[in-house]
């Protein structure tokens, strides 16, 4: 669509629709870049007609003007880009537009295309993120109350006194889920196209967990592999060999993704070392180091993915100086335990943890809510249980 910049009437458009969802995509030039390499216009004209929930094929020709036989091939190829999710239910198909985040963008690395220019879709992309942290994208993906996104703890690093609930503990969540996929990471494969890697060795390929019924999207699409239990099992004790962070919906109920997150690369884990320490939900848990034996080595440093461990300015023990745990930071992961030869570091309870939303539709209510979205979102649903067009 060298195409879309001739075609604003459908690029506005589309970003209005974008950004009815609870989290949206910021509008500046660089997203108006992006997204005209990313849609092409007629991509971009059915994106914006899409409604906020999902849609048959039928409703899309009524809502597009366009015929079965225009639409449904272009709706084939939105959904091979990740920009649609196509939901085969009965006898019918049920079409989703994907939000931006966490959605098409990452879709679009989790691929490897030639259809586009990766180059410099990986540069715009980590122009746009890093646009502007006080009101740009960063702030509508991490700046509200409720968070999007939530940590995971290592379960061999909680207080011995302590017994993990299922739905923060990595393992079960995988075990509890119906089907399962790996897939690239997209945060890594979009550093490779810009010449950079990752610092902790962590690989593009197969780290990245999915789950559930937006998994079997992912598979079916290309996106990812389907895998057992036990080979989901083993990339999350890889990712934790790797001292690499678990992220997971910042919900309890059958979260849809484990991603596994390193401080170079993860646009996640980048947000949070850029100030905004509130953006991911912490786990029940905080680390702690013991400064009586803390020597300043440095190795936590390493192991920690968002800058949570630094000089404690106001102690020094025999030794000279000693580490602390910066507690506004500390997502109580446990990446860093491990790296701790001398046995200083250790995990205990959060006092001011905040238990993630039940589900999926809890947390996304209440993002909305937050961000005076709700109105939409709430006639879209009567609408739907009355069974009215959308
Ligand atoms: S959020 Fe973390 S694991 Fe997920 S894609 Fe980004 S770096 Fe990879
Ligand atoms: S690894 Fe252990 S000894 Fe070294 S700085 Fe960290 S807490 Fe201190
Ligand atoms: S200090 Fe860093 S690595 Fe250690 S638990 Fe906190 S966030 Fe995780």
């Not at 703890?153 to 119906?178: C, G, H, L």
């Not at 999207?217 to 990812?224: C, N, S």
């Not at 949570?308 to 992961?333: F, H, P």
């Amino acid at each position: 669509m060298g195409h879309i910049a001739n075609a604003k009437s459908s690029l506005v458009p589309l970003i209005d629709r974008l950004n009815q969802y609870p989290i949206g995509l910021v509008d500046n030039d660089i997203l108006r870049e992006m997204l005209s390499i990313l849609f092409t216009e007629d991509e971009a004209y059915v994106g914006s007609k899409f409604p906020l929930m999902e849609a048959t094929l039928d409703e899309m020709i009524e809502r597009t003007g366009y015929a079965e036989e225009k639409l449904a091939p272009i709706l084939e190829v939105m959904a091979d880009k990740g920009i649609v999710m196509d939901m085969p239910y009965g006898d019918k198909v049920y079409y989703l537009l994907m939000p931006g985040v966490i959605g098409f963008i990452e879709f679009t690395f989790m691929k490897n295309r030639t259809d586009i220019p990766m180059e410099k879709v990986a540069k715009l992309m980590s122009e746009y993120f890093h646009w502007d942290h006080k009101d740009g994208q960063a702030k509508e993906f991490f700046g509200s109350k409720t968070q999007l996104t939530r940590s995971l703890p290592y379960e061999d690093t909680i207080p011995v006194n302590s017994e993990i609930v299922s739905f923060d503990n990595a393992k079960e969540i995988v075990k509890n889920s119906k089907y399962g996929a790996a897939s690239m990471c997209y945060c890594r494969h979009k550093r490779e196209h810009e010449g950079k890697s990752c610092k902790k060795g962590a690989p593009t390929q197969g780290i990245c967990i999915s789950l559930g019924r937006g998994s079997e999207f992912l598979v079916r699409r290309g996106f990812a592999e389907e895998k057992t239990k036990e080979e989901l099992l083993d990339i999350l004790q890889t990712a934790e060999d790797l001292r690499l962070t678990h992220i997971t919906d910042n919900i309890r109920e059958k979260p849809t993704f484990i991603c596994n997150c390193c401080g170079c690369c993860c646009e996640i884990m980048s947000g949070v070392q850029a100030g905004y320490y509130k953006g991911v939900n912490k786990t029940p848990y905080i680390a702690v180091v013991d400064q009586e034996i803390c020597d300043y080595c440095g190795e936590c440093f390493i192991g920690c993915n968002v800058k949570a461990i630094g000089l404690d300015r106001t102690v020094k023990n025999g030794n000279g100086r000693v580490s602390q745990v910066k507690s506004e930071i500390c997502l109580g992961c446990g990446a860093c335990i491990s790296g701790c030869d001398k046995d200083a570091l250790s995990m205990i309870h959060r006092d001011d943890y905040k238990r993630p939303p039940k589900s999926k539709r809890n947390m996304f209510m209440k993002i909305a809510h937050e961000k005076g979205r709700l109105g939409p979102l709430v006639t879209t649903q009567i609408k739907k249980k009355l069974g009215l067009k959308n």
